[in-house]
């Protein structure tokens, strides 16, 4: 049983689409990251957020930490092919940084 | 370098064999790290190093991984009597700061072990 649940593992959709992918915890942490690995590559840091019901947004990417910091989701809005990839969520606890299992997002052009 | 180094990119081994996994920090980063990416699974914690503190080994899954950090630099994974299980992408990272909630961590493009 993985601590972090990422859901939809996989998803695929066309592009200028929205989606929302969602990260779930039993547990508190200190912060959360989110990444995004593209095959062959190693994950590459998209935000880390610290604060229960902090909201960061990176151009077309929303990223929301809730308000009682054991979930965070990602909203994408427009999607583009350029946004394929596995997107990792981690939690930190007790500077222990543990990682979702991902999910595979397919934009189709 | 301007990120972090891994070598072999691919590694195929006889099942027994050992194996031995090289990682380039980026310079100047004292805290580095290795995980474990298996199909379907999440990062797993392998270890972490930071400056000249004892490691923290506790992710390591068996007594036949190990990892050395010379230098405070270059860190090797070793691998002895590699089991089929251990098929994974291996990932090093490194960050400037030490691990925290707030750590920006740099991953390496990984070592791919495939044992036959």
């Known amino acids: 049983t993985q601590l972090l649940e990422q859901s939809p593992q996989f998803l695929s959709i066309q592009e200028g689409e929205n989606l929302t992918v969602y990260c779930n915890s039993s547990?508190?942490?200190?912060?959360l990251q989110w990444y995004r690995q593209e095959p062959g590559e190693g994950p590459v840091l998209l935000v880390t957020?610290?604060?229960?019901?902090e909201v960061k947004k990176l151009k077309r990417l929303t990223f929301q930490f809730g308000d009682a910091r054991k979930d965070s989701s990602l909203h994408i809005t427009a999607a583009q092919p350029g946004d394929t990839g596995l997107y990792l969520c981690a939690g930190a606890r007790n500077n222990d940084m543990r990682f979702g299992a991902g999910t595979r997002l397919t934009v189709k052009p | 370098g301007a990120g972090v180094s891994q070598s072999p990119s691919n590694k195929v081994t006889e099942k027994g064999k050992d194996v031995e996994l090289r990682c380039d920090p980026i310079s100047g980063h004292t805290a580095l790290y290795w995980y474990r990416q298996s199909l379907g699974q999440g990062l797993e914690f392998l270890i972490y190093?930071?400056?000249?503190?004892?490691?923290?080994k506790s992710g390591l899954p068996s007594d036949r991984f190990s990892a050395e950090r010379t230098g405070g630099s270059v860190s090797t994974l070793t691998i002895q009597r590699t089991q089929q299980e251990d098929s994974a992408v291996y990932l090093c990272?490194?960050?400037?700061?030490?691990?925290?909630?707030?750590?920006?961590?740099?991953f390496g493009n990984g070592t791919r072990l495939t044992v036959t």
């Open positions: 547990s508190v942490f200190s912060s």
């Open positions: 990272a490194s960050s400037l700061a030490p691990r925290s909630a707030r750590a920006r961590i740099h």
């Open positions: 957020v610290v604060t229960g019901g």
């Open positions: 190093f930071q400056g000249n503190s004892a490691p923290d």
